[in-house]
């Protein structure tokens, strides 16, 4: 398809289908994102992306989800701080709830594999972040996250961002608080179109998503090398507050530990505590 025919959003769409962001940006500096597309597929020597339907691709995706690009007013601005990293476009559902849902996001996270008393300082974070306003975002994984969007949704919407395409959740057995998030003024996204299966880069890209869209992190219990901690240190990154609950000593909050120790989270024992440093 001639370039002059190729839309920005289908070509933006085959573009992030096909590459990292990273790989793209210099040459959208200069070119639109169709013109690039085009480049692209004149330097293909194997052909595969001669064979790739933009158009097409993006119709049958976006009957699953939306995929926004920066030009729409849904767009969160906060991506901007993500850099070369800055995707090209976002996959969505409930897309229209983006921008009052990212004017006050916190992300809430932690362990995958939790104990109650874990479980119930989450619920205890969650619910006073969300009775207080705020938008509580996490991950949708089992734990922590899991509890902090439950909570969350007795008071209000909140926000899933994940690893895999939005056409089925992760874990699967969240298909039904997926739904429900969506379902009842949230939201959900995703950096890649359906049908992409969950990968430790795809985990790894994704913890970054959901911090830039936050100005806030909590990590209420996280294992030092842990996805959680992934999360904790992207928050880092990218200059994004980050508050962790004291571990006092608890070996599965190792990576809390390390964090404060290292003067590179603020102590956050309590809910209340977490509100008066918002």
């Not at 940006?25 to 690039?36: F, G, I, M, R, Y």
């Not at 709830?97 to 969650?126: C, D, M, W």
């Not at 880069?201 to 959901?210: D, E, H, V, W, Y």
């Not at 992190?217 to 030092?224: G, K, P, Q, T």
Request: proline residues 7%; neutral net charge.
């Amino acid at each position: 398809m001639p370039s002059s025919a190729l839309s920005e959003r289908a070509a933006r769409a085959a573009l992030s289908a096909n590459f990292a962001p990273e790989q793209i940006n210099a040459d959208l500096a200069q070119h639109s994102p169709a013109e690039v597309w085009e480049q692209r597929v004149r330097r293909d020597n194997t052909g595969r992306l001669a064979q790739y339907r933009p158009e097409a691709e993006l119709s049958n995706a976006q009957l699953t989800c939306r995929f926004l690009i920066p030009c729409d007013p849904q767009w969160p601005a906060r991506l901007t701080d993500l850099g070369p990293a800055t995707p090209l476009g976002l996959w969505a559902r409930g897309h229209e709830h983006l921008p009052k849902l990212t004017t006050s996001t916190i992300v809430v996270t932690g362990n995958r594999a939790a104990g109650p008393q874990t479980i119930a300082r989450a619920r205890e974070f969650a619910g006073a972040l969300a009775e207080t306003g705020h938008t509580v975002a996490a991950s949708l994984a089992y734990g922590v996250d899991t509890a902090a969007h439950e909570a969350a949704l007795l008071i209000g919407p909140t926000l899933a961002v994940l690893p895999r395409g939005l056409d089925q959740a992760h874990p699967h057995t969240h298909a039904q608080l997926l739904k429900t998030i969506t379902g009842d003024g949230g939201a959900a996204v995703s950096l890649y179109r359906p049908g992409t299966v969950p990968s430790g880069a795809t985990l790894q890209a994704s913890a970054r998503l959901l911090v830039a869209l936050a100005h806030t992190v909590i990590l209420i219990e996280a294992l030092d090398h842990s996805q959680a901690l992934r999360t904790a240190e992207a928050a880092i990154a990218l200059n994004r507050s980050l508050l962790a609950v004291p571990s006092d000593g608890a070996i599965r909050s190792d990576g809390n530990a390390r964090l404060l120790d290292e003067r590179l989270a603020l102590p956050c024992p309590t809910a209340a505590r977490a509100l008066e440093l918002l």
